[in-house]
Structures are given as C-alpha cells and as structure tokens.
C-alpha cells in the first residue's frame, strides 16, 4: 500500500497522445475482456479482417512513387518491384492534385516534383505499361474522377479485363479544401463525383477499391488519433448515405471500402486505434446502414506512415520511427502499408529512401516473424483495454460532430477549417515547449555542422518537367479536335444531370481530353468558371 | 496601435503548409494583422496585394520547392517596382543552401526548419517596426 | 542583387520615423496612383500626425461615389457574393472599390484578414480591394472606415462596396456609410431569419438569401416578406426592401441583385456619408476621440491613474481625484470663452 502510493506521488498521470490516462499496469481486473469473445475473421472484426496468417506477405507491400512524367514514373515502378515491392501506390503532382494541367501557368514550377504529372490517355497508357494489372494492386492519390477511367483505358489498351482490376483510389471530398489539396470544385461537385466513382466502380470493377477513405492525410494537421478516425467516420456516414440516398444497395460497394490510416510514433495507441476502428466499422455497417453480407462489415485497413513525425534533423532517425511504426502496423494487421521515407521532410522520396523503406517492410516480414500470427496483441490487458477506450472516444466525436450540422455546413462555415487550424497549432506548441519529445528537435539535439548522415541524399531536388508543357500542347494539337469537343460537351451535360459522370470521362479521356479541361468543364456545369484563377478559355 | 501588416501567402500549386496558418494565428495573437491570401499565388498577385494593402512585410510559407523558381522574378519585380516591404521565408523544406541563395537575392529573413515561434515572431516583428518607421506609418 | 529588405532606414537618425509627404500623397490620390491610395489609407488609419488637414483636402474631392454596404456572417458566402457583385457592376462601366472589414481580436489587437483568398478575378477587373479590421472600434466599424470611403471617393471610384461579418454592433455603423445596404442570410444555417438582428430587419434595404438552391430557401423569403410587412410600412416615395434569391457560386441573380441596388442607388440622391446627420453624429465622435486622446496621453492623466490604482481605492474616488470637480468647470469655463459667439 505505502509503496503504492510512494509510486503515485512520484509519477505524473501519464497519457497517450488522445489524451487516454495510462496506468502503471493493467490486469485481468479491468473487465473489458468480458463478453469479448471474438475472433479474427469474424464480426466484429476487431482482432482481424481474416484469421488466416499466411508464412509472408500478408501485407501489400509498397512505397509512395511517383515523380517527373509517366515514363520516369513508370520506370521508378519497375524499379520498386524489381526490389520486391507487391503493388503500387501513385501519387500526382501539385497541378494534377488541383486538376490543373501541366501547361496553366500556375503549374510551372510544380510539373513533376512531388509526384507524376498526367493530365492525358497517353499519360495513363506510358504509366501504366508493363505493369500486371490483373495481377497487382494499383492504388493511387489522384482525384480519383480521373485515375479510375485513365486505368480502364491502360487496362483495355494492354488487354485486362476490367472486372479483373486491383487497387484502390482516394477519395477526400469532405477535407481536401481544408487542407490544402483542394480541387478548385465545391462541395457538392466533390460529392457527386466521389459518389459517381463507388457507384461505377461496384458495378464494373467489383475487384477494385473504390472507397479509400484517407484519414492520412488530414489527420497530418496534428489530430490525435481519436480526432483522425471521428473525422474519418464522418465522412464514411456521410458518403454512406449519400450512396443509399442515391438507392444504391449498400452490400454492392461496401464491401470495397477501405481505410487508409496515419500510424504516429505512439505504439500502442496505433494498434488499438486500427482495432477499434474495425469494430465500429462493422457495427456500423450491419446495425446503422443494414449490410447484410459479411464482406460488407469488415473494413480493409491499410495505412501510411505519419510524415509530420519525420524530421530534417538528424535523418537517420526517421529510419528508426518508420520501422517501429510498421512493426505497429503489422501487428495491428494492415493490409498494406507504406512508410514514410526518411527524406520525407524534404521531398518525395528517393530511390535510396524507397530502398529503405522497402526494406524494413521485409525485413520485419521475413525475419521477426511478426506477421506469423493473427492479432498477437489480442487478449493483452493493456490493448483490450485501450482499444475499448479509444472506440468509445472515437464514436462520442462522432456524434458530436454530426450534432454540430451537416459536413457542407461544416465545410463552409469554416468550421473544418478552424478544427484543423486548432490542432496544427497545438501541435506545434507541444513540440516547441517540449511537451511532445522529438529527438533531434527539442531533445538530444546536435549543431548543424556535425548532422550530416543522409543529408547528401535528402537534399537532392527535382527539376520541374517543364517540357510537359508544350507536350501537352502538342499532344492536343494533334488530337481529332471535333470528336475531343464532343466529348466535352457531353461531359458538361452530363454534370448538369445526374447520370454517372464516370463514362463519359472515360470517353473524353478516350477522344483526347485533358484532365483540366474535363475538370473545367464540370465546373462550368456547377456555375462554377471554367478556370478558377481566370487565365483560361473553355474550349466548348 | 497594431505591430505590423503582415502579407501571408504560399506561391503556386504548393499544398498549404500547415505551418503558415500556425504563424498567421501567432502573429495575429502578437498584434499583426495578416493579410492572408493562400494558395495559387504569383509573383504578380503578391505584388497587386502588397500594394493595395501597403504591408508592412510580405511572408511567403513553402512546402514545395516551387519558391526556388518564384522567388527571383518576385524580388526582381518588387525591386522594380519599388515595393520597400521586406521578404521573408517560412518552411521546414528549406535547406542550408537554399536559404543562402534567397539571402543573395535579397530576401530578408529565411525560417527554416526548428525555427522557434518566437523567433519568427520577433525577427517579423522587428522588420515591421523598421519598415513602419520608414513609410512613417509607425 | 540587394533587394527592398535590405534597404537602410531613411529620413533621419535610426528609429525615427519619417513624416509622411502629405500632399504628394493627395497629389498621388488626385491622380489615380494606386500606391498613394494605399499609403493614404493606412497613414489616415494610423491617425499619423496630418491626418485630419489631409482627410479635410480629400473630402473637398468626394461626392460622387456611392456607398453600398454588406453585412452577413460567416458561411452566408458574402465574399463571394461581394465578388461577383463587384464584377457585374465594373462590367457595367463602374469603377469598383471593395473595403472588406474583420474584426479585430479584443486580447492582442491582431486580425486575419481572409477576404482577398476568393478574389482572384477582381485584378484584371481593375477593382480595388483592401482589408480593413475593426481595430477596437467601439462602435464596430472603425472610424477609419468612414474615412478610407472618402479616400476611396476622392480617388475616382463610383461604387464602394463595405462588407462586414456583421456580429454585434457593427451591422448599424454600415448603415451609417451606406447608401443601399444589403445583409445576407442563408436557409439551413437553423437560423435563417434569425441570424438577421433587429436593427438590420429595420432598415436594410435588400435581403439576400443565398444559396439559394438549397432546400428551405423559399421558407426563408416567405419568413422575411412576413417580417417586412409587420415591422415595415414603405415611406412616401421609398422603394420597399427587396428580398432577392441568390447562387453567389454559380452566378445566379446577382444580375437581378445588381438592378435592384441601382434603383436604390438612384433613388437615394446624394450620398448618405455626407448628410446633415451624419456629419453632425460624425464630428461629436471626433470631438469626443480628441478630448479623449488628449486627456489620457498628451496630458498624462493616464500615468496618475495608474499611480492612484497602485495606491488602492475605488473607481468613483479616483475618478474624482484625476479630475476634480473644480478644475471640471474651470477646463469648460474655458472652453466657453474660446467658442465663437452665437
């Protein structure tokens, strides 16, 4: 008793980074295991998606790529997968990210240096070449209105069939404005065409994720982990309902959707975060919005490491957090991963920081032995009881939200936007007073001169591809101008109703149109103009 | 009386860097007021919104290496325009050698990454109160 | 190459600060120099020694712009409605200057001025925009606002927009400026009509519900139309408030809009700035702000206060002690003999 309370004296209450008082230990006293009689592979899902733990590789293994045009990109995937990579994750540049093409002039700079620049058939066609698509996941961060139909072209041109199509797109329609990926389109336009994508994908690629709802990358403005899934759920229900709204059968997407999570430093929390969003995934899914097949409940988890953990000093350090958080992930039982680079804070990534970064994916996979069995965490005091804390957390933010008004609102009124703001900023404060230990930041520093490992590698940049530009000029100069107009004009009355805008993209796409100029005109069928920053003509 | 106006914006397609919505914040809390422009901005809006809100500094916030292009056509046409604002550059991007090539092209503070708050704020602060004194607005 | 923050303090000894050129700067304003317009304003702003004999210079040159005022709160989608007004009105042959006002934080007297964010046609319209805080006005809007649409005026444009978050007091200081006042509202917000306060319900001259296409957008104007018809009875010859459904983002009405302020705009006749109760209200304020800043600074009293505070006792002694009764009577005793005679 008395050396109980000499303990209690000494120690501050400890918390995880939401917040959660930890205790010293936890026992079996802690009653979260009752009526916790759940396995993997089985409603709810907690311990595991499957309760099959294969020798290796059962996880996606990839890294981030993408950078320069389609045919670098294209070589830097055959490169990654010579090294062992097991599916592919493409990101855009800035101006395809804005869906701008390479030759607005604001994307001058910018064409090419933090991820692909593609705005064409042909794009897709020269990224996309010797890639096994029946075979190999291919996920991308790309506004997916464009990513979807650019692969179905890859796939016919290279003869896959599209029912046969792996992988997976983001959607981010509810956040990207607020944090800085914004489209140039509003609310509803980003709704509607997300929508269009699920609704397209569960009828013609049932193989294909066409919901990745992307936690990632808002979650980087500092949420905890418990902010990161409410905000995510959010925006799972509401696209949920959008979809039932529209009188789609929730078991003919549902199951094709997946969550991409950050994974932070803080190890347990990470793991019991993934748990509980599995549970409430699949109580949600069955009780709330009525899905019936099993498929439809348990949600694939898939995940990105944290780059706002990454630091410019000391950058072998990054090392060391990307393999600790992987580890998390793997025993939370992603089903693939990525980690952040140790070049991260710099740029998109190297070939030597892939190279690593790949690494310490198989290294864990071939030599821990961590991978060697289901949910190994399962049954621990300390995670049951974590994971019970963090899904009742999650799910009172939730609600909480949703009282708050409706996602546009939200949106609109700023209120995202301050959210974010809030916790960017607490962030920061925790760093800087030292409440949150970085080391090389505010703890176990040392002075520039002497931090040199990695630095040669990191700080090496990428010129922007500014030959993309004429490129593209010459690439629809020689395009047949009457059927690419035509093609515009039906996708313009096509946003202006509601059929699926997915076919007549593709079609667009298929007659030479660029990316921007589809994207413009869909903004003109919102009232929107054209061109946002007003330096463009439509071409209809 | 307010310590300074304060231009805030992040050129081109760069992805607004978290970091200048904090600094926004810090400054407004430290007296500023900041005129914040976001994203997609150029060398000749920057110049137009200098003018027309007659600031005191123009804070540009990287993410992306986009500034290495802007920058010299910016203070070249800020020279030539006669804009006596100063320039400064926040970003955990900018490296040691990228700093010292704004330095040269006559940009007046440069914060790089494990720059204190408070730093910035002073440093900002103190090019505000210089330039006020000179255009006599102080 | 040495470029502008390099450049060495000018006008004398480190720290001073130069006295700005004033009547370069009127001449700069005469002449339609963007950068005078813009110096002026904050110069003016800052109450820097001159002001008043220059912002006297600059009233003489006003009277032939109008002043139309915006209030709505945040996520009524004003910027951009005020956007679009803007550039109808210049396609109209207007010349078009926006002041855009926020409030300014009471803790540290900073503010962020988000409004030129959705802005980005308005520069090749050759409209003007500048951002303005409420900088501790008491009123809401700051006296300076008054002053940067003369400024404004003097320059040479014809229309000026005030747009305001419209939160406390500072939605009736528009009206005070403005020759049409629009306030906006949006349905959906649960408010709708009642994010209209009183004062505006009075005497705004046109309602504007946008987002129009949204569900419950006609609630809202069959709310506002019932309102108006209980708490407004149209004057003599007085256009009656208008009530307008607009989509700011797609453009929609704001043509409609935009005919319906000019007709308030023609029927108003001169500007409201400079009428007879507006100058009066207007010099009482300044009157009351030079005593004011007399008194505190320039005659110290601010230093004894915080003496007497220091030295504990109420409000009401010290107050009496600062400014005793006698020495009251005799500072107007000789205010009296200065004023001319009747």
């Known amino acids: 008793m008395l050396k109980g309370l000499w303990m209690t004296a000494e120690s501050e209450p400890r918390t995880t980074r939401s917040g959660i008082t930890l205790k010293d230990y936890y026992g079996a006293d802690e009653g979260v295991l009752a009526g916790r009689d759940e396995a993997p592979g089985q409603y709810p899902f907690m311990r595991g998606r499957r309760d099959r733990a294969p020798q290796t590789g059962s996880w996606i293994q990839r890294e981030l790529s993408g950078e320069g045009d389609a045919r670098r990109s294209n070589q830097q995937f055959h490169e990654l997968l010579a090294h062992g990579q097991t599916g592919l994750d493409i990101i855009g540049d800035g101006p395809t990210g804005a869906q701008l093409d390479p030759d607005h002039p604001l994307a001058i700079n910018a064409i090419g240096t933090q991820g692909v620049s593609v705005c064409h058939k042909q794009d897709f066609l020269d990224l996309l070449k010797g890639i096994p698509l029946d075979r190999m996941s291919v996920s991308a961060s790309f506004p997916p209105l464009f990513f979807v139909p650019g692969l179905c072209i890859a796939a016919r041109e290279y003869g896959f069939a599209r029912a046969g199509l792996r992988g997976s797109t983001v959607l981010k329609p509810l956040y990207c404005e607020t944090n800085g990926l914004g489209e140039n389109m509003g609310f509803d336009a980003r709704v509607r065409t997300v929508c269009d994508v699920i609704a397209f994908c569960a009828s013609e690629m049932p193989k294909f994720h066409a919901y990745v709802e992307d936690t990632y990358f808002f979650s980087e403005s500092g949420l905890n982990p418990v902010e990161e899934m409410a905000l995510g759920f959010v925006e799972i229900r509401h696209l949920v309902r959008e979809m039932l709204g529209r009188g789609v059968d929730i078991d003919s997407f549902a199951p094709r959707i997946v969550v991409l999570v950050n994974c932070g430093m803080e190890f347990f929390e990470e793991i019991a975060k993934i748990r509980a969003t599995r549970r409430l995934f699949a109580r949600m899914i069955r009780d709330e919005f009525g899905a019936k097949d099993p498929r439809s409940w348990s949600v694939v988890i898939t995940s990105h490491t944290s780059g706002l953990t990454m630091t410019t000093q000391q950058l072998a350090n990054n090392i060391v957090r990307g393999t600790t958080q992987a580890l998390s992930l793997v025993l939370a039982g992603a089903q693939a991963m990525e980690i952040s680079t140790f070049d991260e804070a710099y740029r998109t990534p190297t070939a030597e920081a892939h190279l690593v970064g790949l690494r310490t994916q198989q290294i864990i996979d071939l030599e821990t032995g961590a991978a060697k069995v289901v949910d190994p965490l399962g049954g621990s005091y300390f995670v049951e009881a974590l994971t019970a804390e963090m899904e009742k957390r999650i799910w009172h933010m939730v609600l909480d939200i949703e009282a708050r008004g409706h996602p546009r609102d939200l949106d609109e009124s700023g209120w995202f936007r301050q959210f974010f703001d809030d916790k960017m900023r607490r962030h920061l404060q925790q760093v800087e007073s030292g409440e949150r230990p970085l080391v090389g930041v505010n703890v176990h520093r040392i002075v520039p001169e002497s931090d040199t490992l990695l630095r040669d590698v990191s700080e090496r940049k990428i010129r922007p591809y500014r030959q993309r530009a004429q490129a593209v000029r010459d690439f629809r100069a020689r395009r047949d101008q009457a059927k690419a107009g035509a093609a515009l004009r039906s996708v313009l009355a096509v946003a202006e109703g509601t059929v699926n805008l997915v076919p007549p993209v593709m079609e667009a796409l298929d007659a030479g149109a660029t990316m921007g100029e589809i994207a413009g005109v869909i903004r003109m069928a919102y009232g929107e103009p054209y061109d946002p920053f007003g330096a463009l003509q439509p071409p209809i | ?138 | ?342």
């Open chain 3, 1 to 342: 190459m040495r470029g502008p923050g390099r450049r060495e303090v000018t006008g004398g000894a480190q720290g001073e600060v130069a006295s700005p050129d004033w009547p370069a700067l009127l001449t700069g304003v005469a002449r339609g120099d963007r950068r005078a317009l813009s110096r002026m304003i904050s110069l003016v702003e800052a109450r820097v020694p001159g002001w008043q004999e220059a912002m006297h210079q600059v009233f003489m040159a006003t009277g032939k712009a109008r002043v139309v005022g915006i209030t709505g709160s945040l996520g009524t989608g004003k910027s951009t409605l005020t956007g679009r007004l803007a550039a109808i009105f210049a396609g109209r042959g207007r010349r078009v200057g926006i002041l855009a006002i926020d409030p300014s934080s009471p803790f540290s007297g900073g503010a962020i001025l988000g409004d030129r964010i959705r802005m980005t046609e308005l520069d090749r319209l050759g409209v003007f925009l500048r951002s303005m805080a409420t900088r501790g006005a008491h009123g809401g809007l700051s006296r300076a606002t008054r002053d940067a649409v003369r400024i404004l005026d003097a320059f040479g444009f014809d229309l000026i927009l005030v747009e305001t978050v419209g939160a406390g007091q500072d939605e009736v200081d528009v009206l005070r400026v403005a020759d049409v006042t629009l306030v906006l509202c949006v349905p959906g917000q649960g408010d709708g009509l009642q994010a209209i306060k009183a004062g505006m319900m009075e005497i705004a001259d046109v309602f504007i519900v946008n987002k129009a296409d949204r569900s419950g957008a006609d609630q809202v104007v069959a709310d506002i139309d019932a309102m108006l018809r209980i708490t407004r009875v149209a004057a003599e010859g007085h256009l009656a408030p208008a009530v307008v459904k607009t989509v700011a983002t797609a453009g929609a009405g704001v043509e409609e809009l935009a005919d319906a302020i000019e007709s308030r705009l023609s029927a108003a006749g001169g500007g409201r700035i400079t009428g007879v109760g507006e100058i009066a209200m207007e010099v009482v304020e300044l009157v009351e702000a030079r005593l004011r800043e007399g008194f505190w600074n320039d005659f110290g009293a601010r230093e004894r206060l915080d003496r007497l505070v220091a030295g504990g006792g109420d409000p009401y002694f010290i107050c009496r002690d600062i400014l005793p009764d006698d020495v009251f009577d005799e500072l107007f005793a000789a205010a009296r003999i200065r004023l001319p005679p009747d």
């Open chain 2, 1 to 138: 009386m307010i310590k300074g106006r304060m231009l805030l914006a992040i050129l081109g397609t760069d992805q607004h860097e978290l970091g200048a919505v904090a600094i926004a914040g810090l400054l407004r809390d430290a007296g500023f007021e900041v005129v914040y422009v976001g994203r997609f901005q150029t060398p000749s809006t920057i110049l137009r919104s200098a003018v027309d809100e007659d600031v005191d500094v123009i804070g540009i916030s990287c993410h992306s290496w986009e500034f290495l292009d802007y920058l010299p056509e910016l203070m070249a046409l800020l020279c030539e325009r006669q804009v006596d604002a100063p320039v400064v550059l926040g970003g955990s991007i900018i490296t040691g050698e990228d700093a010292k090539a704004m330095t040269a092209l006559g940009v007046a503070a440069v914060f790089g990454s494990g720059s204190a708050s408070a730093a910035i704020v002073d440093c900002i602060s103190a090019l505000a109160t210089d330039r006020r004194a000179r255009a006599g607005t102080a």
